[in-house]
């Protein structure tokens, strides 16, 4: 079926007919196109009751990205520390920096479907990534004597809260 026989199939379905289709058993591609970004967007629909819509989908990438960028860190951090002699503090903001310059692309193009171009944007990206760190910072000195936790258990607490306020600062204010 192409994705005009699913437009038809979804007119079909909005107008209360009952359409005779291969596919209904299956799922239900929904396209549209986002007028500011040009983007075509695909929303699969389940038959099945389960509907995954635009701002579910976003959230799947963001955690995608979310999840390459901290690969992308530590990959090259190890590199960096298997391969130069250079002090650890070094190596990590190297690594640092590429991690983030793979996130602030990918969640531009690919989560949130945003142009390159916007100097804003990437002064907010740049912005939120540093109050992120602080964050981070704080969390990581304040939380282990406060709670009586130790640093493991801190360390988790910035790697739950953190993917929260990102999500959440660059939803609404980053890439708005």
Not at 89 to 109: E, M, P, T
Not at 116 to 135: D, E, K, M, P, Y
Request: with cysteine; glycine share 6%; proline share 3%.
């Amino acid at each position: 079926m192409t994705i005009l026989d699913r437009l038809r199939f979804e007119r079909t379905i909005a107008s209360g007919d009952n359409p005779k289709s291969p596919d209904t058993t299956k799922s239900l591609a929904v396209a549209s196109v986002d007028r500011k970004t040009g983007f075509h967007i695909f929303d699969r629909r389940p038959l099945s009751g389960i509907v995954i819509n635009d701002e579910m989908s976003a959230l799947i990438r963001f955690a995608v990205i979310g999840a390459l960028t901290a690969l992308i860190y530590l990959g090259t951090y190890l590199i960096l520390r298997a391969g130069t002699d250079l002090h650890a503090a070094i190596d990590s903001i190297i690594a640092y920096a590429a991690a983030i310059a793979f996130q602030y692309v990918g969640h531009a193009r690919y989560t949130f479907r945003k142009q390159l171009a916007s100097r804003t944007q990437l002064f907010r990206f740049l912005i939120n990534n540093a109050i992120g760190c602080a964050v981070a910072a704080i969390i990581m000195s304040v939380a282990p004597a406060l709670l009586v936790i130790s640093e493991f258990q801190t360390g988790l607490i910035v790697i739950a809260t953190l993917p929260l306020y990102n999500w959440i600062m660059m939803r609404f204010w980053v890439y708005r």
